[in-house]
């Protein structure tokens, strides 16, 4: 079984991922492995900054080890908040911040269009791969849903009459961006051994 050096430092994604792996492959943490570093992510597209950040910890470690960017696109604000999702309502931002703002600027705005687009970049025996996952859906009007993270309470998937915070885990995860980007990298793994 691999084990894999997951560089983030977002727990809720961490504790995404190792659900969705389940027993598949060994997932350690950056506080696992005792690194306790500020991973740089300032690339202009969700691929750049996977690779930026995976590169990172593998330059650092020497170790398997991959790393997801995922960005929140809405049509009508020309795929914003983007590759900004983290930061979108300023440094120091919380999530709360960043739904604040995206509901502000989404206000009396009838295309509510959306997707979630996840970039893994995965550095696997010195050699670099990347999986993608999307999933389709819409901004609600205010926030639902007290699971999940980031934009979870504002983002409702298409065909689903609750937002990714209204459903419980394994829902998200099986139809999540996040979800799929992994599912992709598992399966090449497993193809791999
Ligand atoms: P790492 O770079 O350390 O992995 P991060 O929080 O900076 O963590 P990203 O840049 O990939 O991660 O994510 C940008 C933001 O997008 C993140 O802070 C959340 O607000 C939001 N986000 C990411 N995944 C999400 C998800 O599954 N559901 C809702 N919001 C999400």
């Keep these: 079984m691999s084990t894999l050096v997951f560089a983030t430092n977002n727990k809720h994604k961490l504790r995404e991922v190792r659900e969705i792996t389940g027993n598949s492959v060994i997932i350690r943490s950056l506080s696992d492995i005792e690194l306790d570093a500020e991973i740089p992510e300032d690339q202009e597209t969700i ?9 990172f910890i593998f330059s650092k470690t020497g170790m398997d080890c991959f790393a997801d960017d995922t960005g929140l696109e809405i049509a009508a604000l020309h795929g914003r908040p983007g590759v900004y999702s983290a930061r979108y309502a300023g440094e120091g931002c919380d999530f709360a911040d960043n739904i604040k703002k995206v509901l502000e600027e989404m206000n009396g705005i009838e295309d509510r269009r959306a997707c ?9 025996r010195g050699n670099e791969y990347m999986f993608e996952g999307r999933v389709n859906g819409e901004i609600t009007q205010s926030p639902s849903g007290a ?9 409702r998937p298409d065909n689903h009459s ?4 209204e459903m419980p885990a394994y829902l998200k995860n099986g139809l999540s961006h996040r979800g799929r980007a992994i599912q992709k990298m598992l399966r090449y793994l497993s193809e791999l051994e």
Aim: one cysteine or more; hydrophobic letters at 45%.
């Design 162 to 165: 609750r937002t990714f915070a």
């Design 47 to 55: 691929e750049g900054n996977a690779r930026q950040k995976a590169m």
């Design 147 to 155: 699971d999940g993270f980031g934009y979870d309470p504002v983002f």
């Design 116 to 124: 979630f687009r996840c970039a893994i970049c995965l550095i696997f």
